[in-house]
């Protein structure tokens, strides 16, 4: 494997994760990774169906904390980084660009985990309809996100919402939504802000990435140059999975690099 970057990573500092951020770091090194970039869940006004449900908002100043102790503990080891995934939302932007201000983010994920106040990780999302209506609609939410607010790096997932259909990616292609999923990528490219590839899909049975190779070999025909690789591992044993697919995926996209980003910055290294 010659990929050395995870850049979507959740610890007990995510609402939906239990493990502790050393022992992330403690499976990177093992993975023979150089970098892990982690990026707590930061979903303002996530709408809880019940008062048990988590709220999906990090103590970032305790995240902080603990970052900056490990980055210390394990300079000499592995450089890890200090990120966020901000879940999007239009209502939420102004909230979202003070909160980006006040802390030193080496990178921010921007996410759709909610469309029009609904989570497609529940089953309720799609009821009462045909699935590629609810895909459209959540695709068409990502472009209202994007039009609202543009204080992310690269935007995550972008076809999270295929993770939870009732038939998955069985009759999901690129090109039945590929109107609406040009307008994304254009807005993106336009504002040179990045994608990246997610290696939760094979976690999820999709044999294919999030967002799908014809994604990211259109993002690359429309001009676009930043790519992160992610797996969105929220336990160790998933850091890094099949990352051994990603260069080929890439390579086939027209990408010879990827990015890792430092400060909001980004670098590119050569696959």
Do not use: W
Request: glycine share 6%.
């Amino acid at each position: 494997m010659n990929i050395s970057s995870d850049f979507h990573l959740h610890t007990s500092f995510s609402s939906d994760s239990e493990t502790p951020m050393s022992s992330m770091i403690e499976q990177g090194i093992r993975t023979g990774l150089s970098y892990l970039c982690f990026t707590e869940h930061m979903d303002k006004d996530y709408l809880k169906r019940t008062d048990d449900d988590p709220d999906f908002e990090v103590d970032t100043d305790a995240y902080l904390t603990k970052y900056r102790e490990l980055k210390e503990k394990y300079k000499d080891r592995i450089t890890i980084l200090f990120g966020v995934e901000l879940g999007l939302q239009p209502h939420v932007a102004d909230y979202y660009r003070q909160y980006t201000a006040d802390y030193p983010f080496d990178f921010i994920i921007g996410s759709s985990h909610l469309c029009h106040r609904k989570d497609p990780y529940f089953p309720e999302f799609f009821e009462g309809r045909e699935e590629h209506l609810a895909y459209r609609e959540y695709f068409e939410s990502i472009l209202e996100n994007i039009q609202t607010y543009d204080g992310y790096d690269i935007y995550g997932h972008l076809d999270y919402v295929v993770r939870y259909g009732p038939y998955k990616n069985k009759f999901y292609s690129y090109q039945r939504y590929a109107d609406i999923i040009d307008e994304i990528l254009r807005a993106l490219t336009a504002s040179s802000k990045g994608i990246e590839i997610n290696t939760g899909g094979f976690k999820y049975g999709l044999g294919h990435p999030n967002p799908t190779e014809e994604i990211i070999k259109r993002y690359r025909e429309l001009g676009g140059e930043i790519i992160t690789i992610g797996s969105d591992a929220h336990e160790p044993n998933y850091i890094a999975y099949d990352f051994d697919k990603i260069p080929s995926i890439l390579k086939n996209a027209g990408f010879q690099y990827y990015t890792i980003f430092k400060e909001r910055k980004p670098a590119f290294i050569k696959l």
